[in-house]
């Protein structure tokens, strides 16, 4: 089974200060994606790569940058983290063969006050 | 522009009932289309997928899923609910360009009554 693994399920930040989300997959897959989920808004994407060291702007990149530096490891950086900023955070990745076969880690909730 | 609309935000059965939930898409070609579930607490699991081929998808858990290119919808339904598939339900368009994306509507909530 595919395995996507999120390090942290909650985490409390204060404003300003910069926050480290990471994602690890086992399944060797090429693609990887962040998403942001808020209530009514369903799933939005803010990052997604689709090779080591590649990165592209999804639909709300504004305020995050990311880095994947291991074919395995997707990280999400806020880097002054705002109370707008306070969501759910979904790691997802996919494969070549499959690419729009997307599969979830458990999501990290996190909490900017 | 590509969207997907569940018009339902919430939608109450009883157990043992059929269920029907709504998805409409928005897009110029023909769609891939994806039904996810996602528990309390967890992250969202793929129920079924549409690609090509026959209109009537079979996914896990029960669950059929009905492309209409007509009415472009692709509406998830079950015989016959569960208490455990009390859940939140995601309807998603991939759109074929090099990002690969998913572009979700905004969900359905699924209660059961007893």
């Known amino acids: 089974d595919v395995k996507v693994t999120q390090s942290s399920r909650y985490l409390v930040k204060r404003t300003g200060e910069k926050v480290f989300l990471e994602c690890v997959q086992d399944?060797?897959?090429?693609?990887m994606f962040w998403y942001r989920q808020d209530p009514g808004l369903g799933l939005r994407l803010i990052y997604f790569?689709?090779?080591?060291?590649?990165?592209e702007k999804g639909d709300i990149p504004e305020g995050y940058s990311v880095s994947r530096e291991k074919k395995e490891r997707f990280s999400l950086i806020l880097e002054s983290a705002s109370t707008n900023q306070t969501s759910m955070y979904l790691c997802?990745?996919?494969?070549?063969?499959?690419?729009?076969?997307?599969?979830f880690g458990p999501g990290t909730r996190l909490t900017v006050t | 522009a590509q969207s997907v609309t569940q018009p339902d935000i919430h939608i109450t059965v009883s157990e043992g009932a059929s269920l029907e939930l709504r998805c409409n898409y928005s897009?110029?070609?023909?769609?891939?289309l994806f039904w996810y579930v996602q528990s309390p607490g967890q992250g969202l699991q793929l129920l079924l997928k549409?690609?090509?081929?026959?209109?009537l998808v079979q996914g896990i858990k029960g669950f059929e899923a009905e492309f209409k290119r007509s009415q472009s919808s692709f509406n998830l339904r079950k015989p016959s609910v569960h208490w455990s598939d009390a859940a939140e339900y995601f309807c998603?368009?991939?759109?074929?360009?090099?990002?690969?994306?998913?572009?979700f509507g905004s969900g359905t909530r699924l209660l059961v009554r007893p």
């Open positions: 790569s689709y090779d080591v060291k590649m990165k």
């Open positions: 998603a368009v991939g759109v074929m360009d090099s990002s690969y994306k998913l572009i």
């Open positions: 897009y110029g070609a023909t769609p891939y």
């Open positions: 399944m060797d897959h090429e693609n």
């Open positions: 549409y690609f090509s081929g026959d209109t």
């Open positions: 997802a990745s996919s494969s070549d063969s499959n690419l729009y076969e997307q599969y």
